[in-house]
C-alpha cells in the first residue's frame, strides 16, 4: 500500500458518501497506509471558509457561476495545500467530493455550459484528478430523507438546512441523473454504486473495487 492513491467519493445529498470515504480510510489505515482524509469545499483553512460562505442557507441562492468560481477557488488552494503534497510524499488522498460535484451541481443541474467548467478545471486541477471515483446512488427523496435525519442525529435540528438541501426535488433528481451520466461516460474511472443499501455492503464493493483495480493492478 505504498503507491500514492487519489480516490474521490460523489453523490447527491444523503447518499452515504461521507460515511463510505470514512469506512475506506479506516480500512487502508488497518492495513498500514498513510491515508489523508479531506474534503470539498473545504480541506485548508481557506477553502473552509469558503465552504461556510458557499453553504450559508442566509447567502443563498447565488448564480452557478458565482458558486463555480467560489467553489475553484477553494479547490486551487486545497489541492496546493493539501491534496498534491500528500500525494507527492506517497500518501493515499481520499475525499468526499472533488471536482464532479461542481460539474454536477453547477453544470448539468445548474444550467452552467460545460465549456465554462472546463476551463476552470483546466486551469486549477490539471493532472491532479483521481484514480478512482465512487459515485454513490440513491434516489432523491432517500438522500433528503436521510440529510434531515443526520442533523436530527447530529443535535442540529434547531439549524436550517444548507443552501443544497433546500433546493426543489427536481434539482435534486437533476443531480442523481447528472452523476448517473459522469459515470457512463466515463467507467474507467468511476464505479456506480447502489447506496441504498445497508453501509457495511457499500464499503465491501467499494473495498473489492481497491483491491481489484488500485492493489492488485487489474481493471
Known sequence: ??????????????????????LLAERLRAGGADVVLTREPGGSPFAEQVRALI???????????????????????HIAATIRPALAAGRWVIC??????????????????????????GLVVGATAPSLTFILDVP???????????????????LPPDAYEKRDLAFHERLRAGYAA????????CVLLDGTREAGAVAAEVWSHIERRLLTGKA
Open 1 to 22: 500500500m505504498a503507491t500514492a492513491r487519489f480516490i474521490t467519493f460523489e453523490g447527491g445529498e444523503g447518499s452515504g458518501k461521507s460515511t463510505q470515504a470514512q
Open 55 to 77: 453553504l450559508d442557507p442566509a447567502t443563498a441562492p447565488h448564480p452557478a457561476l458565482a458558486e463555480a468560481l467560489l467553489f475553484y477557488a477553494a479547490r486551487c488552494d
Open 96 to 121: 468526499d467530493r472533488f471536482s464532479d460535484s461542481t460539474r454536477v451541481y453547477q453544470g448539468l443541474a445548474g444550467g452552467l455550459p460545460e465549456a465554462t467548467l472546463a476551463i476552470l478545471e
Open 140 to 158: 432523491a427523496e432517500t438522500g433528503l430523507a436521510r440529510a434531515a435525519r443526520r442533523r436530527q442525529g447530529a443535535s442540529l435540528a434547531h
Open 182 to 189: 459522469i459515470a457512463r461516460a466515463d467507467p474507467g474511472r
